[in-house]
């Protein structure tokens, strides 16, 4: 090869625009969801502290999870030590976007059936029910596609009316390509909650799952620091009638001692 077509295709490097080389591929965060999700079931407690007008509440909850098909079950128990919502029991049932829920009134002893969309607050906290989703790719991508990728974002727009949020923008750690930050936009393209500080943990079996997260609603000035405790995924013992409607009115649930 001659020193001139050397030099030719140096400078064809060269002037390739540096975005379209360092560009992140589609596929790192379906990747990065599919490792933080390698589970059929779970059972965790989380710990949710919420600042809002200067004041701090404390929410104590046990979860306990399960996937089957193209259903997805959610069972939570609010701890007596909360400072809100004592007592109350919870079953979500998410089927092809559409939100199911059964909730336990202990005080009045009264069981409710709400058929509501995804996007319900959690439990007087900074969170909605969507914003779990945002860090499951089946769930995830059934309500936004990606649009524009750059060296460390991932950027999506809704799908449908059935999406609480216009865009999402997925920020990266340019080294090790885990999710740093998420922001949320409404339809008139401002950022009104984000997610960050995350932190992830590993089981015995080299599992990652999300182990503490920071998320911000801007417009209502509150913040949720979200602490997931412990976190057993795949357990040997795992009760299944937790997702009865009718458990809901049995006495809490008996949980593993949690690290």
């Not at 104590?60 to 996937?67: A, I, P, S, Y």
């Not at 998420?182 to 008139?188: I, R």
């Amino acid at each position: 090869m001659s020193i001139l077509h050397h030099l030719f295709l140096i400078i064809c490097l060269l002037l390739t625009p540096t975005t379209i080389l360092a560009e992140l591929p589609k596929e790192t965060l379906k990747h990065e969801l599919k490792k933080l999700n390698n589970w059929k079931q779970l059972t965790t407690r989380i710990e949710m502290r919420t600042l809002n007008k200067g004041k701090e509440k404390r929410l104590l909850l046990d979860m306990n999870r399960t996937k089957k098909e193209n259903q997805d079950y959610t069972h939570i128990y609010i701890d007596e030590r909360s400072d809100h919502s004592k007592g109350m029991k919870v079953l979500g049932k998410l089927e092809s976007g559409e939100l199911t829920q059964w909730v336990y009134l202990p005080k009045s002893n009264r069981l409710q059936k709400i058929r509501t969309k995804n996007t319900r607050r959690f439990f007087k906290t900074a969170l909605i029910f969507e914003d779990f989703s945002l860090l499951e790719e089946d769930k995830l991508l059934d309500l936004y596609k990606i649009t524009n990728t750059t060296k460390n974002t991932i950027r999506l727009s809704s799908i449908g009316p059935e999406a609480y949020y216009t865009q999402l923008l997925f920020y990266f750690d340019p080294s090790s390509n885990q999710i740093q930050k998420v922001e949320m936009f409404n339809n008139k393209n401002q950022v009104v909650k984000r997610m960050s500080n995350f932190e992830v943990s590993k089981d015995k079996h080299n599992r990652e799952f999300p182990s503490r997260v920071t998320v911000e609603d801007i417009r209502k000035n509150r913040i949720t620091h979200v602490h997931w405790q412990a976190i057993h995924l795949d357990p040997a013992e795992f009760d299944d009638s937790l997702f009865d409607p009718q458990s809901l009115k049995k006495k809490a649930p008996k949980q593993r001692k949690h690290r």
